[in-house]
């Protein structure tokens, strides 16, 4: 069974055990993701990770709450929240305590059905992320429309030349490169920077993966890109606020190029 066969798995289970449970949205819907990212400049999405599949523990003592307060103190514009307990080692309390930082909450996990968006929106999320990789375009069309039904933004998320189409046929606003590829695990650096061509204007554009150093942020910056999406050194790192601001150029003098 690879990866993405076993995720999968889980997932059907996790959304068997959704049905029937009450998933009332909770008040009105939190600030958005896009208009956060359509700020000048290029955004920050900060990433609460404690574990990969390819690394293993990466950050197991990490409190998503505070580690969320730094992000924000950093200058992220947003903070992705990964809720997938089996393969990324969430925490039940970890949405909680990242809200509370006041940032726009993308929840990460892998989502295939209404019923986890429906869960996303009773959670306070700002926004979900959909995977092309994982889902047919007819899918993909449907859970976006329920996503939108809910104020909810998607970060529609591609890997090759094929699912940047399929993201744009879907009618997807906010569009990530994940340089990652699900399949194989493997980081190759340059295939948000080759795909951005392929990106429609008008659609937020952000870049994922296997940023590590200022001069991976200077690339994606000049590639034209509106955000990144940044997780393991941000998570690993002993002062967050520190690299965050040394990895957008607001404080050379401290963790830059590191």
Not at 33 to 38: E, G, V
Request: overall charge negative.
């Amino acid at each position: 069974m690879t990866f993405l066969e076993e995720v999968l798995a889980v997932k059907r289970q996790e959304v068997a055990a959704l049905q029937g449970q009450s998933l009332t949205p909770a008040g009105e819907a939190p600030k958005g993701l896009a208009a956060a990212l359509r700020a000048p400049g290029l955004s920050v999405i900060a990433e609460i990770k404690r574990r990969s599949p390819s690394k293993g523990l990466i950050a197991p003592d990490l409190d998503a709450a505070a580690t969320a307060l730094a992000y924000a103190k950093g200058g992220a514009a947003a903070i992705s929240c990964l809720t997938d307990r089996e393969f990324f080692g969430a925490q039940s309390d970890d949405f909680v305590g990242v809200r509370a930082a006041g940032l726009p909450v993308l929840r990460k996990d892998f989502i295939i059905d209404e019923l986890q968006i429906d869960e996303a929106r009773a959670m306070g999320a700002s926004a979900i992320l959909l995977i092309v990789r994982i889902l047919e375009l007819p899918t993909l069309e449907r859970l976006l429309r329920h996503a939108t039904s809910l104020d909810l933004d998607a970060l529609v998320e591609v890997h090759t030349e094929q699912e940047v189409e399929a993201a744009v046929s879907a009618g997807a606003s906010i569009i990530g490169v994940n340089n990652r590829d699900l399949a194989t695990l493997i980081v190759d650096s340059t295939v948000a920077l080759r795909l951005k061509s392929r990106l429609p204007a008008g659609v937020i554009t952000v870049a994922e993966s296997g940023v590590k150093t200022r001069e991976d942020v200077r690339q994606i910056e000049d590639a034209g890109f509106d955000a990144v999406l940044i997780g393991e050194s941000l998570a690993t790192h002993a002062d967050p606020v520190a690299k965050l601001r040394a990895l957008m150029g607001r404080n050379d003098s401290v963790g830059a190029g590191r």
